[in-house]
Each structure stands twice: as C-alpha cells, then as structure tokens.
C-alpha cells in the first residue's frame, strides 16, 4: 500500500501522494467528490482495522459508493457490490468512542478508479487509477455555469435544510468542475445520478448533466412550496374560524343568546341519540356528526354533510309493519278490489300462510307479466292493504341512469340516493310492497345498465346487505316485498328474469270484463264525472255490446274510457238543463246515440270465406291478436313476395310452407308450369306494423293450399303453429293471449300444435264453451279442419 502512484493538491493547495494500492471503503447512499469534507462514522470491526492501517500509513484510503440492491437473490462478490469509480480520502482528524465506535473526518482530494482488487479479507485492497479531469473554459461551459449556480441558489431559498452559506460557495467558486460537484454533494438525488456526476470528468459535459437535474429538481422543490403554502392557508384558516367560533358562543352564553346552527348541531345529536339505528350505522352516523360539528356553517361540505345525516335518521333501518296474518281478511280484500286472477290471489295468500307459520321468510319477488290494462299495477296496492304493509311505486319505464336505482356517490354535486332508498324513506318502514312498474322497459346508455343494478336489489341471496352509493352503509332489503311487471318477458335480460317468479296475466274474457264493468268501472266513472246513480244506469246489454263492438282489447282501459264517454255525455246534459233530467238508462237502442257507429262489428259481418284469406293467431305486447293473412297468384315469372312488414323469421315460415307444398302437391307438368308463370304475392294487413315470429307457418300454409287449390278458407276457423319443411306442426308460445283474441274476435274454431294441448287448461270455461280446439300434429290435418272442401279433390 505504501507505492507512490500521483500527487494531487488538497483544499490548503499542499500537495499529496495518493498511493497505487488503496484500502476501499465502501459508502452507502452517498457519492462523496473531491475538495469536499466528510464526516465516515465506522462501527465494523473490519473497517475500523481499516482505518486503523490507513492512519499509520498514508493517511489515505478509496471511498466508493454501493450499488443499490438488484431484484435477483443472486450472490454477488464484494468487489461487485461497489461502483468501479470512486474518491481518495485524506483522513484529516478521528476520534474514538467508549462503544468500540470511531468517527472520521475527511477531504476528497482526486477521483479515482478500481483497475485490480488485490485483496478482500479482512478488508478490500484495490489497485487504483487517478483520473485527470478534461478541463472545458468556452462560453457554453461559462453559460452553464451561471445557470447551475443561479438554480442552485433558488433551491437553496426554496428549501430550509439547506444552509444559506451554500449560495456565497456557489456564487464564489470559479471552476466549473468543483461547482459541478459542491451542486451534486449538496442535492438530495438519487446515488446513481450523483455516481453519474462523479464519473463525468470532462467539465462541460458534467455542468450539462448536472443542469438538467437542476432544472428538474427546482420544478419540484417549487411545486412542492406551492402545495405547502396552500395547506399552510388551508390550517391558518380553519384554525382563526375555529377560534372566532369558539369565542362567539362564549360571548352568546354571556348574553344567554344561542346561535342557530348550535341548536340544530344539538337537536342532531339527540336525533342520534335517540333513533334506532343498527350499531354500524350509529358508528357511521357518529363520524360524520364529529366532523359536522368541526365544520363552519358557510362552509360548502357543511350542507352536504347535514343532508347525509339526515336521510340516514329518516330511514326505518329497524322499523316494520306487522303482516296481516288472518287469510279470509286478505282474501275479501283481494276480492274486493280485483275480479278474477285467481293465480295471483292464490300466491299471496301461499306467502301469508307461509309466514304465519315461519316468521324470518323472506319476501317473495314476483313478476306479473301480461298485456296492458289486466290491473297488474293496481293489484299491487291491494296485495299490500291485504297484506297490511306500506305501498310504493317505482315506475322504471324509459330509465338509463344506473344510479336511479344505486344513487349518487357524495363526491358529486347534488347527489342523493337511488329510488329503492327513497322509496323506504316514503314508505317509512323496511318491509313495505316496492312495485317495480314497467321492468321490460329498461333502458342503458353510458350512464350504466339499470337491469345489471337491479341483480343486487332482486336477489334474495343478497339484498340483505345492498349498499346505496350515496349511503355507501348496508340495508336489509329481504323483508321487502317486490313486484315487478311487464307486457313482454323478451326484452327482460335472462339474469333478472331468473331471480323473479313469473305469473302470467293472458287478459279477460266478454263475461270477466262485463263483471268488472259493472262492480269497478261503471261505479268508478259515475263518481269521477260528477253524477249518481240517480243520473245514469247501464243496461248488461249495452256493456256487452261496448265489450263486443267498440273495444278489441286484453285489458280493459279502452272499455273504462268508452264508459267514460257515455257518463261525460250524460253529465253535459245534466248541468245543461234546467229542471233535474230524468235518469238516462243506457240500452243497445241508444247506445250509438253516445258513442257512434261501432268499430268492429261491420268488420265482422264482412268476414266471409275467401281463397287464399287465412286467420292467422299473433301475440304481442298488448296480448293476442288475429293477423289476417293474404295470398295473391298474379301472371309473372314466378317466385314469392311478401310485404306487411315481415320479420326474417316470418319470411322463412312463408319459404317453408311454400317448399313443402311444391315438394309434396307439385307433380305434373301443368302444375310446375303454374309455378313457373305465376307470382305468388302474401299480404299482411296493417302494413305499419312489424310482425316476425314463426307461428303464421300454419296460417301461411293454408293461405297457399288455398290459393293452388283454389278452395276458400272458412273465416270461422283461426289457427296458430309453427310448419317445418317436413310438414310437423310445433309448439309456439302465448297461446292463452291468442285464444282469448279469437274469442274476442267471434271466432268458433281454434286450430292449435298437439304439443300445446295441456295450456288449453287454463282457459275460462266460457272460452271452452264458445270454441271448438283441434289439436294437430300435421300441416294435412290443419287443410282438412280450416279448408270448406277436401284439398286432394279439389
């Protein structure tokens, strides 16, 4: 260790031998450079030996900083764990400590680099090179000395752990390499970026390394002291309104005044106090009160928070409606308000038996689905009187918005709950009946799905914890009692129709509506169009003739609204006269002379047996329908048309029925010229409005055959069933909607797919009474009940 190497002038200008062979003393997160102090503390027996042969030698020994740790486990030797670039160290002073401990004071004089490691144990021994640094004095390297050293300064303004005695340093020093590394020993970077420094030797380029992360470090030392003076006036301010308040009560209590806000803050509190909350709520509730009161009431969050608390005390987190248990009372209410559906009766008393014989039953979730006005919406207000619970309406028809349902999360401007809370709130009790009006309405956008939302709400496996976004607390939704309903279940996603039973409305028949014309709407409209019984009767008679020729409905708010009609005319002519009017009986003689020439029955007087004119059966989302079906055989170059609007899956029933008849009836050559020099043309009537499905196969069938054969249809007969090209009738569905639309439309046969024979049990014995059903398994057996001749005579 004791080989003279190179001489290198100290910070005193004395010169100094540093030997080739030096003792390395590894540093870690630290660079140190030349004509710096620096205090080394060793507590390594090995290092302190180190020390020890240093001091009786040269005095002098290599610093070099550690690599930062690597993500490998791999071992790495001790001369890997340093930089290969480093400082010489002249140990000017030491001092020992009673612990074992020894401090170090000393002066980087030159940078050097490790060529060979001579030794390892007990402490690293490397041969070293002393580098020359490759001096720059052009303008630019002046330029960038002047940008480093104001930089510097600002940073040394900008940051208190600095002293200001750096800026004289900075300002005083002449050579472009010292400043370059008094700047780096004094930055608080990265080691790498300083052993990056270290290793630079020609001057220029050193300042230009050293500028950039100058700049750099300025930008942050500055954004840094903006974001402090923000918090600093943040706290000054908050802590002088703070103190102001508490002052003002003090002299408000003087005065034996109360401010406002104080006494809302106290009664807020006894609210809490007070109200039966779940423990986790009350928790929750408590927070924010705390940070309520901390707050100033002009303060913007003040109302926010306010808002929140309250709703969290107006909802019945613990609060319930005793179920009415005693069935007969259910059942007459029921039956009082509704006539007929008998199914959904049926289940609400099942619920109400259940629960009187286990009480920690969840609610049911049901779906009423069916056409409009059947009375699934006002069902649902009679099912929670009978079950004597709250009663609230969600109507979800045309809703997007996901937080209609979950509510607004409070980060947001005017944020509140969804509608489920709400509707708790409304109803004040947290087992009330919710009716989910219009499910199959659903909408999304952007904003969110409102069906995936209602997963949560309508699941019994979890809406016993659903969190309101708004709320962002858990509240039990298993007692609830939900309803939905719906005119079609198709547009219902698959998940959110499998968590509801489903309960089908089909519609009424004559006798049904003539019933509730007479308990529910003729009573209803009397009174709502200010007359009596006194003013207005109604004959049966002209019921039925208002159900038969003036409505063509499932429901019956068509048949309310003509009722309607007649009770408004009546009431003109009761406020016009001048003596009380006799009473004005309604009959079949004068119905016209209130409502005009019916609708439909002149359609029906028309209806005779055509060729090619079939009755086809259709369902839609206003219940059943009959949909006429047209064939038309016009000169042409063969082929087959279709207009009406017709859906795809419609088209290819038509193609269907057509292929089975060419490939099964089509023999000679007449008849395939026939098809060749004609062009069959099939009509929909009601062209405005799309139609698709594949149960007019068999209606469609029988339209052609019509037309071959030329042998009429009977107009009597309606049919409904799906056709394949092998000639089978299959099943289709919603059968009880269009049995009752062919009841309603006077028909007296109804040809339907053997497969579909067991929902002819749920139809009204008065259907049963007025048409003839025919069950079939073949397209053969439909032309032998629907044509007036046999077709393979003809």
């Known amino acids: 260790m004791a080989n003279e190497h190179a001489t ?21 997160d630290a660079v140190i450079f030349p004509f710096m102090m620096v205090p080394l503390v060793l507590s390594d027996e090995n290092l302190i030996e180190l020390a020890d042969d240093v001091l009786a030698d040269s005095k002098i020994l290599g610093t070099f900083a550690q690599r930062p740790e690597g993500d490998d486990e791999e071992e790495t030797s001790a001369e890997e764990e340093v930089y290969e670039y480093g400082c010489a160290v002249l140990i000017q002073k030491m001092l020992r400590f009673p612990d074992g401990s020894m401090r170090l004071l000393g002066q980087g004089i030159a940078r050097i680099r490790r060529e060979k490691t001579l030794q390892t144990e007990p402490y690293m021994v490397s041969r070293i090179e002393v580098l020359e640094e490759i001096r720059s004095d052009d303008s630019r390297t002046t330029a960038y000395m002047r940008g480093v050293s104001n930089n510097f300064v600002k940073i040394v303004d900008a940051t208190e752990s600095l002293s200001d005695e750096l800026k004289v340093v900075a300002m005083n020093i002449d050579d472009p390499g010292r400043l370059a590394d008094m700047v780096a020993t004094n930055l608080d970077i990265d080691v790498s970026e300083k052993q990056q420094v270290l290793e630079t030797l020609n001057t220029r380029k050193r300042l230009e390394l050293l500028s950039e992360i100058v700049v750099r470090e300025l930008g942050v ?8 003076s923000r918090v600093r006036k943040a706290i000054d301010k908050d802590q002088r309104e703070y103190y102001l308040r508490q002052q003002l009560k003090a002299i408000q209590r003087e005065l034996g005044d109360t401010d406002q806000s104080s006494v809302e803050l106290d009664d807020l509190r006894q609210q809490i106090e ?17 940070r309520l009161s901390r707050m100033s009431p002009g303060a913007s969050e003040y109302t926010v928070s306010k808002t929140y608390i309250d709703w969290v005390l107006e909802l019945p987190w613990l609060e ?26 049926e289940r609400i008393l099942e619920f109400l038996a259940v629960k009187k014989l286990k009480h920690d039953m969840r609610g049911p979730i049901l779906c009423l689905a069916g056409p409009p006005g059947v009375g699934k919406t006002s069902l649902g207000r009679s099912i929670a009187e009978a079950m004597g619970r709250k009663f609230y309406r969600l109507s979800l028809g045309g809703m997007r918005d996901e937080a209609e349902i979950r509510g607004h999360r409070r980060t947001y401007v005017g944020a509140m709950p969804g509608r489920i809370i709400h509707g708790l709130k409304v109803a004040g009790t947290n087992n009330p009946v919710i009716m989910l009006d219009e499910i199959d309405k659903l909408g999304h956008d952007f904003r969110g799905d409102p069906a995936s939302a209602l997963l949560e709400v309508l699941d019994p496996a979890q809406n016993n914890s659903f969190t309101d976004h708004y709320l962002n607390l858990p509240f039990d939704l298993s007692n609830v009692f939900f309803m939905t309903t719906a005119n079609v279940l198709d547009t219902i996603p698959r998940p959110l129709r499998d968590r509801m039973e489903i309960i089908h409305l089909p519609g009424y028949t004559r006798l049904e509506k003539l019933e509730i014309a007479r308990r529910y709407l003729v009573p209803r409209q009397i009174e709502e169009n200010g007359l009596t019984t006194a003013n207005i009767r109604f004959s049966d008679a002209a019921l039925s003739k208002i159900i038969g020729e003036y409505t063509a409905e499932a429901g019956v708010r068509s048949l309310e609204r003509t009722i309607g009609t007649v009770c408004r005319k009546v009431a003109r002519t009761v406020a016009s006269a001048r003596k009380k009017p006799k009473r004005a009986t309604i009959s079949v003689k004068n119905l016209e002379d209130y409502l005009g020439v019916p609708d439909f029955s002149d ?48 088209q290819e029933s038509a193609q269907a029925a057509l292929s089975y008849l060419r490939s099964h009836y089509v023999r000679s050559d007449e008849e395939i010229a026939w098809f060749k020099n004609h062009e069959i043309h099939v009509h929909l009537p009601a062209g405005a409005i799309p139609k698709d499905g ?34 089978e009738v299959h099943p289709i569905g919603g059968l009880v909607q269009k049995i009752l639309a062919a009841h309603r439309a006077g028909m007296t046969d109804v040809i339907l797919p053997k497969e579909n024979e067991s929902d002819l049990e749920e139809i009204p014995e008065e259907v049963h009474e007025a048409i003839d059903f025919h069950p079939v398994e073949r397209v053969e057996e439909v032309w032998k009940l629907a044509l007036t001749r046999p077709y393979d005579q003809a």
């Open 274 to 290: 007070e109200a039966a909350l779940p423990d986790e709520v009350r928790e929750a509730c408590t927070k924010e009160y705390d």
């Open 603 to 650: 359609r029906r007087r028309k209806r005779r047996p055509m060729v090619g004119v079939t009755a086809g059966l259709a369902w839609t989302a206003v219940g059943g329908r009959i949909l006429f079906i047209e064939a038309v055989a016009a000169p042409g170059g063969g082929g087959l048309r279709l207009t009406g609007q017709l859906g795809s899956v419609m």
């Open 320 to 345: 319930s409606s005793d179920d009415n248990l005693r069935l007969k009372k259910a059942q007459e209410v029921l039956d009082r308000d509704h006539y007929g559906l008998d199914d959904v009766k």
């Open 8 to 28: 290198t002038p100290t910070m005193d200008g004395e010169m100094v031998r540093i030997p080739e062979e030096l003792a390395v003393l590894p540093i870690s």
């Open 221 to 228: 030392v500055e954004l840094g002291e903006k974001l402090q």
């Open 694 to 727: 594949p149960s007019a196969g068999v209606a469609l069938a029988t339209s052609l055959m019509s037309l071959y054969r030329g042998i009429p249809v009977d107009h009597r007969v309606a049919m409904t069933g799906e056709i394949s090209l092998t000639g």
